[in-house]
């Protein structure tokens, strides 16, 4: 069992930037990538960028590239999420995930196994 913890959220100004980590306990040999999905108040839980494990090979969102950098140490375990240039509508709960080897996308919630609990990131204006 993949146990995932997130932290870093908080309450930030537009134009600022934050990070956000995410630290995997009892991870399982067979991950094969972590994913970063957010949830706005009263709206879906939408990808926002992924990585995988072994390689690095980093995916984004269009709403986010260039503005967030995923990446991930895989000596600690952990996974990060630098957000600059923060917007309003970048306000929402943060979600790790991790997910097994797929041949799907990595932008599907659905191939995520393990989710954190969420971490609150609000933007204000």
């Known amino acids: 069992q993949v146990r995932l913890v997130e932290s870093g959220g908080g309450l930030v100004q537009a134009g600022d930037s934050l990070k956000l980590s995410c630290t995997s306990s009892g991870r399982s040999s067979a991950t094969y990538a972590m994913a970063w999905f957010r949830q706005a108040p009263g709206k879906g839980r939408n990808w926002v960028a992924a990585i995988t494990w072994s390689r690095g090979n980093t995916f984004y969102a269009d709403s986010v590239k260039g503005r967030f950098t995923v990446s991930r140490d895989i000596v600690k375990n952990t996974m990060e999420l630098q957000m600059n240039n923060l917007g309003t509508e970048d306000t929402a709960v943060y979600y790790c995930?991790?997910?097994?080897?797929?041949?799907?996308?990595?932008?599907?919630?659905?191939?995520?196994?393990?989710w954190g609990q969420g971490t609150q990131v609000t933007v204000s204006s």
């Open positions: 995930a991790s997910t097994a080897p797929t041949r799907r996308s990595l932008s599907l919630a659905t191939e995520y196994r393990s």
